[in-house]
């Protein structure tokens, strides 16, 4: 049998904390009976709660933590109270030390990855980390990075999130060779940010190895699923992401109010409803919750703040997965792969892809 | 009676030109009987079709152009070609002359927008123009842009852009203050780009007349419909418009296919038939077609290459609109009160505000 993997948990971070942390542990154990869990935080709301999840228990040790951080912590705010103490600094520790495989947490953001980097730092030849989302697409999921955690990025940079995003593809999704599309407005080579042609050249020059490079994909490519990652800044990466989120609401309201207006309309519901529900479960945000810290010497899951025990476990999964697929390896080696392609002569390159 | 509006017509311009641009302009002259447009296309292809058009024929000139600009013209290209003899020009000059109120083209919009700089030129005290989108909301509608006409914008520019995106909803929707919001990641002041925090903190200290600033807006408050006017620099603003615009017919592909999969689904479909027509009405696309080109010496209006006659006639009633509620003269106006007020001494302020 394979070994277990161990998942840090912050129990004290989103709006719920541990009402939703535990029984969101409790759903992903049921998934995955092999998980350990290491829990971090304060005893007097952990261990009572804990008593009503007795399979959770079972499967964890418990690290009581004085320190909780606050959702509308400032980053050098969270930093300053929270280093080495706080339920969420120890559980990133933990994947430091080795102790976890993975963390999770629904706390803040930027606190979040603040510690992150501050306690794991980042890979060697990775200038700066990124957050991944998995967008749900017409054709299945995709990748999409950067969602949030830098402001614009450099050509550099935009190659290294896609090095990232194709070796979290290619854990994800057990697709070989992934394809990889950059952010932009226009397919044409002569539009778009200066960063994102440069970028857009030098991975038509270099050899790739662990994924096919696209060309530009733009906005509305995202819901279709033309690649399999999608490579963007920060800024709009996250107000990508915002918006279609935004969006799909929306239009759920719409629906909703529409099925409502009329009596033949909301026969009509009745008749549908597993259709309805299809639907619902398809849109569902739950299920695609996770957002992974990419770039690090660790995987962090960060986990939507206000998320249900349902969507919790997804992030749990989500961990779980990139863990058992080899998600840090997989970059560290298409790393290597790219950096020695880059700099090869055209001798080394026969001799690389032999 | 009120003098009628004239509107100048690229009939070359779109996917499809002639064949949806005059059936476009005879829709719209149903709802606008008082519009007069002017015809820039060529003779052989215009003038047979306009014979199944006696009202449209009976209501403009025709001005015959030997070039056409294509589709796929990069603006450059366009220019050097196009320029002086094009429909797509000469419907842009027309308002420069003074002969039509505003121009509508389904043209390429990288030739359409370098056509119309060179030919208007910027209005005093605008660096670059901007392309204004309508989008739909959950309150109604919003202006958002920058969509796409520029990428990255500086504080100053981004303030540009809230004045020009208020006096659009000032004549749109008919509001005496919109509110305006800064599109960004966060809504705490720390956080998002530079420039953003910049124009946000610039904002708060002017004294402000013709809109109300209300801080930063995320991605998800576009469909929300949070504020008015949603100020973004053109990249970002092209991504959401794009991924909103995608995540919309996804949302629609799935509902599609969640209707048709089982009898009961069907039945059910049929039943509230009435209420999804409602919806797919709600959600068109060409209803809210057209782009607003602000910041120029003239407005000229952007349809979707690809739509249909209807939706061109929503484009040419957007026109009528914007020039019926004297857009320009709006702008002139909130740009002098804007600039007053920035260097206003408190006394000034005072005698200003009487």
Chains 1, 2 share one sequence.
Not at 284 to 304: A, E, M, Q
Not at 322 to 350: C, S
Request: hydrophobic letters at 45%; glycine letters at 12%.
């Amino acid at each position: 049998m394979a070994k277990p993997i161990h998942i840090s948990l912050d129990v004290m971070g989103g709006d719920s904390g541990a009402e939703v942390v535990l029984p969101g542990a409790e759903i992903a154990l049921l998934r995955h009976p092999d998980t350990r869990f290491l829990l971090f935080g304060h005893e007097k709301v952990v261990l009572p709660l804990l008593e009503k999840y007795p399979r959770v228990r079972d499967a964890s040790t418990f690290h009581h933590c004085d320190v909780s951080v606050a959702m509308d912590a400032k980053p050098s705010q969270a930093l300053k109270q929270g280093r080495w103490r706080s339920s969420m600094w120890r559980s990133i520790e933990a994947v430091k030390t080795g102790d976890a495989d993975v963390a999770v947490s629904a706390g803040n953001t930027g606190a979040l990855m603040a510690m992150s980097k501050f306690c794991l730092r980042t890979m060697a030849n990775i200038e700066r980390p990124a957050i991944a989302a998995i967008w749900p697409t017409t054709r299945g999921e995709s990748v999409v990075l950067d969602v949030g955690a830098t402001i614009g990025a450099d050509a550099q940079q935009l190659i290294d999130f896609a090095i990232l995003g194709g070796a979290m593809a290619r854990a994800l999704f057990g697709i070989e060779k992934p394809t990889v599309g950059l952010l932009n407005i226009g397919v044409e080579e002569v539009k778009g940010l200066e960063e994102v042609r440069t970028a857009g050249r030098l991975l038509k020059e270099t050899p790739l190895r662990s994924f096919t490079y696209a060309g530009f994909v733009e906005g509305d490519d995202l819901g279709k699923g033309t690649v399999d990652v999608v490579v963007t800044e920060g800024f709009a990466g996250n107000i990508a992401l915002k918006t279609a989120e935004g969006t799909a609401k929306q239009i759920g309201g719409y629906l909703r109010s529409a099925m409502q207006r009329t009596l033949m309309a909301r026969l009509g519901y009745l008749l549908a409803r597993s259709a309805f529900d299809r639907l619902r479960e398809k849109m569902d945000p739950r299920k695609v919750n996770g957002g992974v810290f990419l770039g690090l010497n660790g995987i962090v899951i960060k986990s939507h703040g206000g998320t249900d025990a349902e969507g919790f476990a997804s992030a749990i999964g989500l961990a779980y997965d990139m863990v058992r697929n080899e998600l840090l390896h997989k970059i560290a080696q298409d790393l290597i792969h790219y950096h020695r392609g880059r700099f090869a002569t055209p001798a080394d390159q026969t001799e690389g892809e032999s």
